[in-house]
């Protein structure tokens, strides 16, 4: 019994172990990331790094902010598209479609989120970049050629999400709805949507999420040219491309810079996490049940 | 007053005959968009895809050859990542649903994995290289590059494994202890079989996201072309090879073909979790 008892202890403790790896594990990559890139703060200067709009690690030059504002408007450019298809295909597949042919767009939004990022990347480097080329001129590597491939790649998350917060509206609201006399898009667009829309919002940062940390597809096609884009057919570099671009052989500050880069990609990463997680919270009352 | 002439100018039938045409239009182009990427793969990919191409060992950087190594690579990784990744992945799960409750614990964990996951590949990357190849020393190897994917799939298998581990009904624990089992003898011996199929499926979905991931290997597995010959050396998974071939200008045709392939694998993944998803579904509903 003793014996029992001691190894009952054991497990439990050993299983707290694994609860909390997830919390040692990012409280490992922050202080990691935060040791390798803090150097390039200190030597370049912290708003120097942020707001330099020179990068040229040869010349030891290390401003990132022609990427920042890359990496933002390949994504803003992404979600001007994702975000009309994924509300009307979430809405679709949760209020309107009957079920066989929901069951046909279930498994075509989860094969999209399984395709890898390279295989996006080599259709768009492929396809796309020709057609860019040949109908709007210039190299065909572009911010939009970039926020297309994006635009595929964050519709199934935004999609998932949203649809999972439409359902989540209890059935009375429709039923009331209904009883008044609204059609089912009355019922969607005065009832449905209202309700469902902090759950929406946060779907469209999660998917922000996704399409500003996208490396490979980023760096196959956007062009990489460190610069502030003029047009949308300009080549951009992204906060991400750059990292993955030149970590094969830097050294030194430069190497340290690179890891700066990635503190700024975090930094915006946990901004969106805290906005997503402040509007689930704060509406998960709101909503009547329909928390995600 | 505004509403009212708004609601004039087109009729409430016809607005719902006009967006219901729209809702169509955006499944329709949902599903060509996936028919028309997969289709240009497949078509162009398959034609290089034979017995050869996936035994064969790659000749000149890639050039021409197969892919051998690269298949080897993969699998090494993917299971490094599954084999360090499902122990934790379900004990965090069992620790919360068993032992915690709704807490301060819970609420921790949920949200390590929830920042886990949207934590971008390559800062995995750069993870992976400040820490496993050059802080704990294991160099550029299929070790290291394992370890860093078993971090990413950890959240997924995490999360599956905690739905589906509270979905198991109280009644099975309450048969288990009253026959006079421990805490542990009960979630060993029947909590976690009845369990099963739900964390396998986690643990599907975790390894189809680590084996199309390049961003977070490519700086911890060395991208050698060589064949390893154990977990300590370095090799080249086959998405940092499509991303390699395709971005030096290797080979198009060969790209083309790996291509293919991971699209291949990624797509019998997501039908082999589908299939399990619907089996364990109805099972628990039947009941």
Not at chain 1, 54 to 61: L, T
Not at chain 1, 111 to 136: E, K
Not at chain 2, 150 to 158: D, G, S, V, W
Request: glycine share 10%; with cysteine; charged share 10%.
């Amino acid at each position: 019994m003793e014996k029992n008892r001691l190894s009952e202890f054991l497990i439990e403790k050993s299983l707290v172990i694994t609860a909390i790896f997830s919390i040692i594990i990012i409280l490992l990559i922050v202080l990691f990331i935060l040791m390798e890139g803090f150097p390039a703060f200190e030597d370049y200067g912290f708003f120097r790094f942020l707001f330099g709009m020179n990068w040229a690690p040869s010349d030891g030059e290390f401003g990132v902010f022609a990427m920042i504002i890359g990496s933002i408007y390949v994504t803003l450019l992404s979600l001007i598209m994702a975000v009309p298809l994924s509300l009307l295909c979430a809405i679709f597949m949760a209020e309107v479609a009957p079920n066989s042919i929901r069951r046909i767009l279930k498994p075509v939004i989860e094969t999209l989120s399984g395709i890898p990022s390279v295989v996006y990347g080599f259709f768009g480097l492929i396809v796309l970049v020709p057609i860019i080329r040949t109908n709007f001129g210039g190299t065909g590597f572009s911010m939009f050629t970039a926020a297309l491939i994006l635009t595929v790649m964050v519709l199934p998350t935004i999609i998932t999400i949203s649809q999972d917060s439409l359902r989540a509206v209890p059935h009375e609201y429709r039923e009331a709805s209904f009883g008044l006399g609204a059609t089912n898009w009355q019922t969607i667009r005065h009832v449905i949507f209202p309700a469902a829309l902090p759950g929406i919002i946060t779907s469209i940062i999660l998917g922000m999420g996704r399409a500003i940390g996208e490396t490979l597809a980023a760096i196959m096609i956007a062009g990489n040219v460190v610069q502030i884009p003029g047009s949308i057919f300009d080549p951009v570099r992204t906060l991400t491309a750059n990292i993955a671009l030149e970590m094969g052989y830097a050294t030194g500050l430069h190497y340290n810079a690179l890891f700066g880069t990635a503190i700024v990609l975090f930094l915006i990463i946990i901004i969106l996490l805290l906005i997503a997680n402040y509007i689930q919270h704060k509406y998960k009352v709101d909503v009547g049940g329909g928390y995600l | 007053m505004r509403g009212l002439k708004s609601q004039k100018i087109i009729s409430p039938k016809t607005s719902q005959k006009i967006m219901n045409a729209i809702f169509i239009i955006s499944g329709i182009i949902t599903i060509l968009i996936l028919v028309l990427i997969l289709g240009y793969i497949l078509i162009m990919g398959l034609p290089v895809v034979n017995l050869e191409f996936i035994f064969a060992n790659p000749i000149d950087s890639g050039a021409s050859g197969g892919i051998f190594q690269m298949i080897v690579s993969s699998i090494y990784v993917t299971l490094i990542a599954g084999i360090v990744a499902t122990p934790l992945g379900v004990g965090a799960a069992v620790y919360l649903v068993e032992y915690a409750g709704e807490g301060k614990i819970t609420k921790l964990t949920r949200f390590g994995a929830e920042t886990l996951a949207s934590i971008p590949s390559i800062v995995y990357g750069l993870f992976g290289l400040a820490f496993f190849v050059v802080a704990i020393g294991l160099g550029w190897s299929l070790l290291s590059g394992g370890l860093v994917l078993a971090i990413m799939a950890l959240p997924t298998i995490f999360q599956v494994s905690e739905v589906t581990i509270s979905s198991i009904p109280s009644s099975y624990r309450e048969g288990s202890y009253g026959l006079g089992a421990t805490k542990w003898q009960t979630i060993y011996r029947v909590v976690l079989p009845a369990a099963i199929p739900g964390i396998v499926t986690g643990v599907i979905l975790g390894m189809t996201r680590v084996i199309s991931e390049a961003a977070a290997v490519m700086f911890a597995v060395g991208s050698s072309l060589s064949m390893p010959l154990s977990i300590f050396d370095p090799g080249r998974p086959l998405p940092l090879h499509l991303y390699i071939l395709a971005t030096e200008g290797i080979s198009l045709e060969n790209a083309y073909g790996t291509a293919a392939v991971l699209v291949i694998i990624v797509l019998v993944l997501t039908f082999v979790s589908n299939y399990l998803v619907d089996k364990y579904q109805r099972k628990i509903m039947g009941r």
